[in-house]
């Protein structure tokens, strides 16, 4: 059964259950949703996904979290935290927060409003003294929004991905500590 990990004015953020990757496949799996993270997945990759994800929450206490619209109660998104786990990464291990919102839902603030509520998660609950976020160049809302909450940027962790398309290859790191 999921858990209510928080909640804002206008979202549920609930941990991701059993027979919760069906749902996700349907609502966040789209050609545009999914362009700037690797394209659309296929079924049995977002339920490997999702057992990742329900390991990692029962060993860090933290994971990626359904968002589900208080008012219409669709899943309108997804936002959590995860360890960073690219072998390309400098920094390999440290606290990553990530989020998509369903196309439908864009402009309309969620994403900041759910992350916002993650970053109190992090810093008031689970006593993480920092986060990292990371992005691709040309995913320019992405990385504005990090720039809006305050983090910082680390050209010193960038890398190149090659697993992603040429335009997307280049991965750029955001920081925010608990300070």
């Known amino acids: 059964m999921p858990d209510i990990i928080a909640e804002t004015d206008r979202l549920i953020l609930r941990t991701i259950g059993e027979g919760d990757a069906e749902l ?3 609502m966040l799996n789209s050609a545009e949703m999914m362009a700037r993270l690797g ?15 329900m390991q990692m ?19 309108v998104g997804h936002a959590g935290l995860k360890l960073v786990d690219n072998e390309l990464a400098k ?9 998509v919102i369903r196309e439908d839902r864009w402009r309309r603030g969620y994403a900041e409003e759910a992350v ?9 609950r689970l006593h993480l003294p920092a986060i990292v976020a990371l992005t691709s160049k040309p ?4 990385w504005k929004l990090m720039e809006k909450l305050g983090m910082i940027r680390r050209e010193d962790l960038d890398f190149d991905d090659p697993a ?11 920081s925010l500590t608990k300070e």
């Open 24 to 26: 996700q496949y349907r």
């Open 39 to 53: 394209g659309p997945k296929e079924l049995h990759e977002i339920e490997a996904k999702h057992a990742k994800t």
């Open 57 to 75: 929450q029962a060993r860090h206490g933290f994971s990626f979290l359904f968002l589900i619209e208080k008012e219409s109660g669709e899943l």
């Open 91 to 99: 920094n390999k291990g440290d606290s990553e927060i990530g989020w």
């Open 116 to 124: 916002r509520a993650i970053l109190d998660w992090a810093f008031a």
């Open 139 to 142: 995913n320019v809302p992405s």
């Open 164 to 174: 992603f398309p040429p335009d997307d290859r280049r991965t750029i790191l955001y």
